[in-house]
């Protein structure tokens, strides 16, 4: 086999757009792969499990390619002089410009060709993130990089560059030198970096960088998403450092720059699956799923939201409430569209049960349960509150057969709910949950859902259940109301339902409920004056009636004898029929208070005189029995 031009495939792979290019001979990376391993027992992985398996590839090229003589390493520069929108999630750079993956492997295959072009028979395999073989390690070996404080640099271009690698069996006449690290006393990206990942030089702690945590760890924290500055990746040290800035308006040709970057915040909000696949399906982070990336936007949404609420709500209580009031409003007209099939079906469950409607919960959602039961009792539907709590030390006692089971949690997933739902499947208990999440225990084992799931609660940092209570509330109040229209619940039932309540006062109460309380101011007709005057102030009424026998034949009011005083000084000798007002306003004592008020208010009087059909005197009703009772 032909020796390989080393000149002929550096240049070759400039041609090619690769910014760098260098050859190492290929033999085992023992060394190396001892400090790597020691890494590892010190759990520098984190959760990048992978890294752990097959460890003799990363150091070992004949693992990889049977043969092995040379390893090329060409660096591709991401550099892009495109800048993200103002107002946007911004994202590592390498994320900026067309996948890497994809570019870098196109561009070796022609580096490839062309060696077996120069070495007939020579064997390659390129690998691009695609295999095992450390390829920062070789990047070193072959000249292309060193170790900086932060992870690969070069020395001259900086380290804003991916790798590519092409194992071939053709030996080459002069391979390079390792690069050397330069980074001298400078400590600049340790002290930039946000994580504290470089406190140990010359080694990224994968554990805390948020380059790691973001991109490679599926069940990566919300707490390290929010904490995160970027949405995607993180570069921050890179940007400090003094080696890029000399070369950041480098631009290389093969740096296709994505349309995202015109995107702003709110276009990343409300990004849909195909927007994701329009504007990041040609870079690096389609290599996440729509639902993860989508779930950092909302991390980061809800950060800036929160700094925002915290920043300018400050000293202005009323914009606070205002918006607080909007985005509960929001979140109870957003449960509309969850009203389905389920809804219904558990209206007709209640209303066809023949036991009672057992409503149960825990924290704030055990509260919004006893207001549901409260409007469900007071509106025909006959409702126990059992605190989910309890429920599981005893009081499952309450439950019965035939009842149905109302679950009220924002979670699903709370202890005591899932204590509980096994025994109300063995006892036969048809089970409805109102519940915020659609996957949880609660929402997979009910047999009809409420979904009751809101965007975000109304506090910053979601602090206490506000938009999520408000919801299972209206939600409860839905139910009650169709259920009250499913029965046919008129105004007469809710008012039997509530006698002490003014509907029901109003729909209830009669006069005979009234005036027994009061005294009975009475004289005969032959009463003198001095008699009315004692008996009207003694009753305390403003007014007496005046019998003859039993029968009402006038009465007396403090205005009359008023009127008396101004018309004549010899009033001593009257007596009470003659300053009496002859046929008097009358009512039954079955009339129903309300209309007392009413008759009372029509004829701009404040006494009745409640008298039987024969019209014998029964007492007095005054406009104060009726504002006392809530009638004004
Ligand atoms: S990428 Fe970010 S988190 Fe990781 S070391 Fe650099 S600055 Fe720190
Ligand atoms: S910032 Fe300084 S210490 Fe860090 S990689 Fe660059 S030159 Fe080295």
């Known amino acids: 086999m032909n020796m390989l031009q080393s000149d002929k495939v550096k240049a070759k792979a400039l041609e090619l757009g690769f910014m760098q290019c260098g050859i190492a001979p290929a033999h085992a990376l023992r060394e190396q792969q001892a400090l790597f391993e020691q890494a590892l027992a010190e759990g520098y992985q984190a959760d990048m499990h992978f890294l752990e398996r097959e460890v003799d590839q990363r150091f070992n090229p004949e693992s990889l390619l049977e043969g092995c003589e040379s390893v090329v390493v060409v660096t591709w520069s991401y550099l892009t002089d495109a800048q993200p929108a103002s107002d946007h999630y911004r994202t590592a750079r390498y994320t900026w410009v067309e996948d890497y993956h994809q570019a870098v492997k196109r561009q070796l295959q022609p580096l490839a060709d062309f060696v077996q072009q120069e070495c007939p028979g020579a064997q390659c395999r390129i690998t691009v993130d695609s295999s095992r073989i450390s390829e920062k390690q070789w990047a070193v070996q072959s000249g292309v990089g060193c170790y900086g404080k932060n992870g690969l640099i070069h020395n001259e271009s900086g380290s804003f560059f991916v790798l590519g690698v092409l194992l071939t069996t053709a030996r080459v006449d002069h391979y390079d030198s390792p690069q050397k690290s330069d980074c001298g006393d400078c400590d600049i990206c340790v002290k930039s970096c946000p994580a504290h990942a470089l406190d140990v030089p010359f080694r990224v702690d994968a554990r805390k960088c948020f380059a790691y945590q973001t991109v490679e760890n599926k069940s990566v924290r919300d707490s390290v998403l929010e904490d995160s500055p970027l949405l995607f990746g993180c570069d921050i040290c890179q940007e400090r450092c003094p080696r890029n800035k000399k070369n950041i308006q480098k631009v290389l040709k093969m ?360 019209n014998r005197y029964l007492g007095v009703i005054h406009i104060h029995d009726l504002i006392r009772e809530g009638f004004y």
């Open 255 to 614: 740096s296709k720059t994505s349309v995202f970057l015109r995107l702003q915040n709110r276009d990343f909000e409300n990004l849909t699956k195909e927007g994701f696949k329009t504007y990041f399906g040609e870079t690096a982070i389609a290599r996440r799923t729509y639902p993860r990336f989508y779930h950092a936007i909302e991390i980061k949404r809800e950060k800036s939201r929160n700094f925002e609420i915290l920043t300018t709500e400050k000293s202005n209580i009323l914009q606070c409430a205002g918006r607080v009031l909007k985005e509960e409003a929001e979140a109870v007209e957003g449960l509309i569209q969850y009203l389905n099939q389920d809804f219904e079906e558990s209206v007709r469950l209640i209303l066809n049960s023949k036991g009672r409607l057992i409503v149960t919960g825990i924290g704030k959602s055990a509260i919004i349960g006893q207001k549901i039961v409260a409007t469900l009792n007071s509106t025909g539907t006959p409702a126990v509150f059992m605190h989910a709590a309890d429920a599981v030390h005893g009081d499952l006692g309450i439950i019965q057969p035939h009842d149905v089971v109302l679950c009220i949690s924002k979670s699903g997933n709370t202890p005591e709910i899932t204590q509980l739902t096994p025994f109300l499947k063995q006892n036969g208990n048809k089970m409805i949950a109102m519940v915020g999440n659609m996957s949880s225990f609660l929402a997979q084992s009910a047999d009809y859902v409420l979904n009751c799931s809101v965007l975000k609660e109304a506090t910053p940092n979601n602090l206490a259940p506000t938009s999520s209570s408000t919801a299972q509330l209206a939600m409860g109040d839905a139910l009650a109301t169709a259920l009250i229209v499913e029965r046919g619940f008129t105004p007469q039932d809710f008012a039997k339902l509530h006698p002490g309540g003014s509907l029901g006062k109003r729909l209830t109460m009669k006069v005979k409920d009234l005036y027994k309380f009061n005294d009975k101011p009475a004289v005969a007709p032959d009463a003198s004056i001095q008699e009315v005057i004692l008996e009207i102030s003694g009753k305390c009424l403003g007014v007496t009636a005046v019998l003859d026998g039993e029968k009402l034949v006038g009465a007396i009011t403090d205005g009359d004898l008023r009127r008396m005083l101004q018309k004549s000084a010899d009033y001593a000798q009257l007596t009470a029929k003659e300053v009496m007002t002859k046929s008097p306003k009358t009512i039954h004592e079955e009339t129903l208070a309300a209309d007392a008020v009413n008759y009372m208010n029509t004829n701009s009087i404040t006494n009745l005189f409640v008298v039987d059909a024969d």
